[in-house]
């Protein structure tokens, strides 16, 4: 047997786990599951369940589960929640990271001033 680290990527369904799952003959190889969350999100689908589903089922092996197509701060938030080991965080997104655990009360002020600002800024008259 060859012991070949393996990233399996862009799973999106229950059955591509299973299949994948299957297909691997050394659980004891180290091993990435890379359920492409954010793009399931985007056709309005929660990645909860195949996320929790592959957590429960990797358990006691050397596989990973990464979340994939992180589209918001939340998505870490959830990656945490759902059991997964590591995820892909765009510099876009990584930079609003100071904002997680934010008071709502100043983002809402602080939003009201910006709108107030973009507003003065408006050189349309009616």
Do not use: Y
């Given at each position: 047997?060859?012991?070949?680290?393996?990233?399996?990527?862009?799973?999106?369904?229950?059955?591509?786990?299973?299949?994948?799952?299957?297909?691997?003959?050394?659980?004891?190889?180290?091993?990435?599951?890379?359920?492409?969350?954010?793009?399931?999100?985007?056709?309005?689908?929660?990645?909860?369940?195949?996320?929790?589903?592959?957590?429960?089922?990797?358990?006691?092996?050397?596989?990973?589960?990464?979340?994939?197509?992180?589209r918001e701060i939340f998505n870490i938030c959830q990656a945490i929640e759902y059991g997964c080991h590591i995820i892909t965080i765009p510099d876009d997104i990584l930079d609003k990271y100071g904002n997680l655990g934010k008071n709502l009360d100043l983002c809402c002020l602080e939003t009201v001033r910006k709108f107030y600002e973009d507003g003065q800024k408006c050189t349309i008259k009616f």
């Open positions: 047997m060859m012991n070949i680290k393996l990233n399996i990527t862009v799973l999106m369904t229950i059955k591509h786990v299973n299949i994948a799952f299957d297909s691997i003959k050394n659980k004891n190889i180290p091993t990435i599951f890379s359920v492409f969350s954010g793009r399931i999100a985007d056709t309005g689908v929660n990645p909860r369940n195949i996320c929790l589903f592959t957590a429960e089922l990797i358990k006691n092996t050397n596989i990973e589960l990464l979340w994939a197509s992180t």
